[in-house]
């Protein structure tokens, strides 16, 4: 039975020479079916001789085989069940993605971090409690001796400070009637000494003296008193009346003299002696 079975599935034709048959049978040349196909002769002598490997995957030689059963008119359904299936695609294997082990190394390191605080934080307490709980009980006495002590002393010294304090005040209160005193005898000098600093007064007002000049024209105009301080400087514009005051004499420069009037202390100051058109330099009061 076994040779009988071996026998039959040896003499059952392959999908490539099912296809030749079906061309020889049909008087198709190579060429003839190559050309409808768009394959070459030996894409065609590939497929009738089930070399279907070197024609690319499963896919495409189905579909070849398809499209040269439609040129021949022939049922492709029986011969696309005697392909083999594909082979199932191999599954990757699965592997750790970079960024799931970056997050899962910080993480850890959050992990390591707190573990290492929480261990500081323990042996820090109990260092702490074994150093109080070590302290001998004569030296905790000794301490609260000597703190006792030191509140006496203070409690002691509070009568001496308040004595302190006391004579302070009175020594302030001597001070203020001696300032009252000193006072009044100041206020009493310096009412004698009234009278001779309004006369200084009144004799420095009585050296001043006061220019008015009127400006009848636009005229340039620099004053200097007796001091050497600038009083007046610039251009005026006519119309303008300059009054001022300072030390005499007056050492004065003018632009345009004959269109300004010019008075001192009251009294007019006739400047019409000097050139005209050109700069005015004289001194009041003016010289006889």
């Known amino acids: 039975m076994n040779e009988e079975n071996t026998q039959t599935q040896s003499e059952q034709p392959t999908v490539g020479q099912i296809l030749k048959n079906h061309r020889e049978q049909a008087n198709v040349s190579i060429a003839t079916i190559a050309a409808p196909l768009k394959l070459s002769e030996l894409q ?76 500081a934080i323990v042996i820090g307490s109990s260092a702490l409690w074994f150093w109080q709980n070590a302290t001998p009980i004569e030296e905790q006495t000794s301490k ?70 009127n400006f009848n024209g636009e005229s340039w105009v620099e004053i200097y008193d007796g001091e050497g301080e600038k009083i007046a400087f610039g251009v005026k514009k006519a119309g303008y009346i300059m009054t001022v005051s300072g030390t005499p004499p007056f050492s004065v420069v003018l632009g345009k003299h004959d269109a300004v009037d010019i008075t001192l202390n009251g009294e007019p100051v006739d400047v019409s002696a000097f050139p005209k058109n050109r700069l005015a330099k004289f001194t009041l009061p003016l010289a006889e």
Not at 85 to 107: D, G, H, I, L, V
Not at 176 to 193: G, P, Q, W, Y
């Open 144 to 213: 609260i001796n000597v703190a006792n002590s030191i509140m006496s002393e203070r409690q002691a010294a509070q009568p001496s400070i308040l004595q302190q304090q006391q004579q302070a005040e009175i020594n302030d209160e001597s001070l203020l009637e001696s300032k009252d005193t000193l006072e009044t005898s100041t206020s009493s000098e310096a009412v004698t000494e009234t009278a001779p600093i309004t006369s200084n007064n009144e004799s420095q007002e009585d050296a001043s003296s006061t220019i008015v000049m």
């Open 44 to 119: 065609i002598k590939r497929l009738e001789n089930d070399e279907f490997a070197l024609l690319g995957p499963i896919t495409f030689v189905k579909g070849y085989i398809k499209n040269y059963c439609r040129e021949l008119k022939v049922d492709s359904a029986p011969i696309l069940a005697m392909m083999p299936a594909p082979p199932e695609p191999t599954k990757p294997a699965n592997m750790q993605s970079f960024s799931r082990r970056t997050e899962k190394e910080a993480s850890d390191n959050r992990l390591m971090f707190f573990s290492y605080l929480i261990l």
